[in-house]
């Protein structure tokens, strides 16, 4: 026998031992769970039988309702006939097929820059970017509220990591302020946060970042296609896009498929290509999927009226909603997200099951996804609801609310 007794190791899982709680008290109380949603079959962008039920999607990102446009399907499945299920390769070994040059063509052109790079997420773009233009010795200065996905290429990246509170543009130059000169500095910050649906004052902090020498990284994965003339995103909205070095951007909302990129001006971005991890070492995008997405970016420069509706859409329901005396997580609309703050967990999935009964679809979001241990319900519009369904869904959340106590 060992001369030193060696304690029992724990088992892995043991850390789980809270949330696996939270999610037996929860269903325990009856409630349907929500993140074990089927969607049985997927009738439009804005209807689908869920859990057996005819329903009215308000929580699928789908802001353009590209998924069933004829002409992107046309291209995915023209592009699976042609070029096969799969690329079974990485962009830079024999993943790279025409398609994936096109949708990068598509993306230059869409956000008038030099370079375009595509990956097989949003989440990879942001990991793989991050992580490869930030490292050891580098400051990166974010927003505190930004997506896993940012926070996740920080951690990979081994830069110092700086946070700010969100949206305070004093905060930020306080940050910036502190580190030491002569070092490398990345801002990123988000055109709007997915949470509660506001936008970040990009003209001034990005004004500011350039003061201090830093390069600037903007996720537009929720306002691309949708907010800005053009639909670029909220640093075109604002008048900032030349002074972005990079944005950020995804396939899987206004575009309606599945995919991310980067693009920039920077003179030197190609060599992204060669030493980014996230985008060498994984399999390129299926061609259909490029095709569908280099059609839907192509439609989406043309896309003005679609994006007015949605515009009118997003007002109407924040103004109802707001009407019936639920708190929101902004005062004006500022995206085509609408998030709905709820009481606590316990009511939030009452509420998202009532809603469900009712036959509408919402994203129940708890912490620590959200801010501030808020749980709500996010509504995200599509340009394909029309007028007369924004009113149904209203009446829906009247009857909920009610029923639940909430309003
Ligand atoms: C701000 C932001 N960035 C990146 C992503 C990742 O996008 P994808 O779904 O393409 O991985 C998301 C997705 O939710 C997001 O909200």
């Not at 439009?44 to 004829?70: E, K, Q, V, W």
Request: charged fraction near 20%.
């Amino acid at each position: 026998m060992s001369e030193t007794m060696t304690a029992a190791a724990p088992d892995l899982f043991d850390k789980f031992d809270e949330i696996i709680q939270i999610r037996e008290n929860l269903l325990a109380s009856g409630v349907e769970d929500p993140f074990s949603l089927v969607m049985e079959k997927v009738l439009s962008p804005t209807r689908a039988i869920c859990n057996g039920r005819d329903t009215i999607l308000l929580g699928t990102y789908n802001y353009m309702g590209m998924t069933f446009d004829p002409d992107v399907i046309a291209a995915g499945k023209e592009a699976l006939d042609e070029f096969g299920a799969g690329t079974t390769g990485s962009r830079v070994l024999n993943g790279t097929y025409q398609g994936h040059r096109e949708v990068e063509d598509a993306l230059r052109e869409f956000y008038g820059m030099d370079h375009a790079m595509v990956f097989s997420t949003g989440y990879q773009a942001n990991l793989g970017i991050i992580s490869t233009i930030a490292g050891k010795g580098d400051y990166i200065v974010l927003d505190i509220d930004s997506h896993a996905s940012i926070w996740d290429g920080c951690a990979m990246g081994k830069a110092e990591v700086v946070p700010f509170k969100h949206n305070d543009i004093e905060a930020m130059e306080k940050r910036l302020k502190r580190i030491p000169a002569g070092a490398g500095i990345l801002v990123v910050l988000e055109g709007v946060y997915s949470m509660l649906g506001d936008v970040a004052p990009l003209k001034e902090m990005v004004a500011i970042a350039k003061k201090y020498g830093a390069m600037v990284l903007v996720d537009e994965a929720h306002s691309m296609g949708f907010i800005g003339e053009h639909g670029r995103g909220v640093a075109e909205e604002l008048g900032v896009l030349d002074d972005v070095d990079f944005v950020i951007g995804t396939f899987s909302k206004s575009v309606g498929t599945v995919g991310g990129f980067c693009v920039s001006n920077h003179p030197k971005f190609e060599i992204m290509r060669l030493v980014c991890r996230p985008y060498v070492f994984t399999a390129s995008l299926p061609p259909s999927v490029v095709a569908t997405a280099a059609t839907s970016v192509r439609k989406l420069m043309h896309a003005g009226n679609k994006r007015a509706h949605l515009w009118e859409n997003s007002r109407r329901l924040h103004s109802g909603l707001t009407a019936m005396g639920f708190t929101l997580g902004t005062r004006e609309p500022q995206s085509a997200i609408v998030a709905v703050i709820m009481p606590d967990l316990q009511k939030g999935a009452s509420m998202w099951e009532a809603l469900l009964h009712e036959g509408l679809y919402v994203n129940l979001a708890r912490p620590p996804a959200t801010p501030a241990n808020m749980t709500l319900l996010r509504c995200s519009l599509c340009a394909e609801h029309s007028s007369e369904e924004v009113e149904t869904i209203l009446g829906m959340f009247e009857r909920a609310g009610k029923a639940v106590g909430i309003i």
